[in-house]
């Protein structure tokens, strides 16, 4: 079968032993709804009770490589986990995935005793993969809702085309909802193995929970409550993140010295850990990361873990360009405490940009002329104009204030009467320095 996705396609599988979920004509058992691994199939229909399923087999097949792409294009638009280019592992997974489904689907319509030994296989790894990626299982079974929805679309195009019954068309919506809900369950069985042989202690399924509470986009409170569970860690109604230098011996950091209720990460060349009481951690962190810079960010509610260590991250890469520093001996950055700083820095080209279009008129001073009238602007935007007390700040004459701000006053002119132009200016008189540093 001939595609685009650039993965190559399913294999069919030979008929034989292993009796599965398929779309058949065929009787469906006595006892009812079949379920997981049984044989189903539409039910009676008087004179339409059969569908003529080697024509519509025919039929469907010059279709397959448009569903598949359909399928394919649809669950990357609607999953934000699958919103990604269609490269190594993932796109493997996902189109290979997408092709045995569809491929087993139309196998099995003329032959409910096909084998499904590989089409388990497969959809068993296939989770055991989603999860070891770090995709979440509510993607997961989404991915599946949406595959199924949109094969229904082109099977009942297919069905209107060679004018199938009403009733045979609702007998094979129920079959292909059916085989969906087994492709689903076999996935997630693959996944909860994963997940079980991953998280054979209690180290890993913490360090799992902590990915998924910091990845951008954000999971389920269900999902969450069965990882926080499983992971013996308490829920909390707020928490804090801390991002952490990268030191090539920061494995030695002993975890349980920080407490049941702290998750940390130090696998990852961005160590960090999410705290839910720092107040009560700080000290032995401080100690155990013997001279490390540490970033402790904003105090959030759990769905914003993401926000805090993106916060306490970016102050520590301040830190190292030493635009900013540790509040006390112990060296840790307290985001609380530079708030303005990283907001100023949050996008360091845009304040950039706007820096040099306020400042323009000293462009043509000397270097040493730009530093005393910036200083004395700043100087007197916050004393609200105040001379003497402008001058007390800087440590000069009250009469060199009203020198340089003359100066000031002929570069400026009607800039420093509004107050919009004012904050501009204050800003970027507060962020040349930093950018600058």
Request: net charge negative; proline share 5%; with cysteine.
């Amino acid at each position: 079968m001939n595609n685009d996705t650039g993965v190559a396609p399913a294999q069919r599988r030979p008929g034989a032993q292993h009796r599965g979920t398929v779309l058949s004509a065929d009787p469906p058992h006595e006892h009812g709804r079949a379920g997981v691994g049984d044989g189903m199939a539409p039910a009676e229909d008087g004179a339409h009770s059969r569908i003529p399923l080697r024509q519509f087999k025919s039929h469907l097949k010059p279709m397959v490589d448009r569903m598949i792409r359909d399928i394919v294009q649809e669950i990357r638009q609607s999953v934000p986990a699958y919103a990604k280019p269609l490269d190594g592992t993932f796109g493997k997974i996902l189109v290979t995935g997408v092709e045995h489904a569809v491929m087993h689907m139309i196998d099995t319509l003329d032959n409910p005793h096909a084998d499904r030994t590989q089409w388990d296989d497969w959809f068993r790894f296939a989770g055991r993969v989603e999860y070891l990626e770090g995709r979440a299982i509510d993607a997961l079974q989404t991915a599946v809702r949406i595959g199924t929805r949109v094969g229904w679309r082109h099977l009942r195009d297919a069905g209107e085309d060679v004018r199938l019954p009403n009733a045979t068309m609702f007998a094979l919506a129920d079959a292909l909802f059916r085989y969906s809900d087994d492709l689903c369950a076999v996935a997630i069985a693959g996944y909860t193995e994963a997940q079980a042989k991953s998280t054979g202690t209690v180290e890993r399924r913490r360090r799992q929970l902590l990915k998924v509470l910091t990845n951008e986009q954000p999971s389920s409170e269900q999902t969450i409550g069965d990882l926080a569970a499983a992971a013996q860690w308490p829920i909390p109604d707020r928490l804090v993140a801390v991002a952490l230098e990268y030191r090539p011996d920061q494995y030695t950091l002993p975890e349980c010295s920080l407490g049941q209720d702290v998750l940390l990460d130090l696998e990852s060349n961005e160590p960090c850990l999410l705290m839910a009481a720092p107040e009560r951690h700080l000290d032995t962190l401080a100690a155990e990361l013997d001279g490390r810079r540490a970033a402790v960010g904003p105090v959030v509610p759990i769905a914003s873990a993401h926000g805090s260590l993106a916060t306490a991250r970016r102050a520590l890469a301040l830190a190292e360009r030493g635009i900013v520093g540790g509040d006390g001996d112990d060296g840790i950055i307290q985001c609380s405490e530079h708030l303005t700083t990283l907001a100023l820095c949050a996008d360091e080209f845009l304040l950039a940009h706007m820096t040099t279009a306020a400042l323009q008129p000293l462009d043509g001073l000397t270097v040493k002329q730009r530093q005393r009238l910036s200083e004395t602007l700043l100087a007197w935007l916050g004393t609200r104009g105040g001379i003497n007390e402008v001058a007390a700040r800087l440590g000069v004459h009250p009469q060199t204030v009203r020198y340089r701000m003359n100066q000031v006053n002929e570069r400026f002119g009607e800039q420093l009467d509004d107050p919009d132009e004012r904050l501009k200016l204050e800003i970027a008189l507060r962020a040349g320095d930093l950018i600058g540093r």
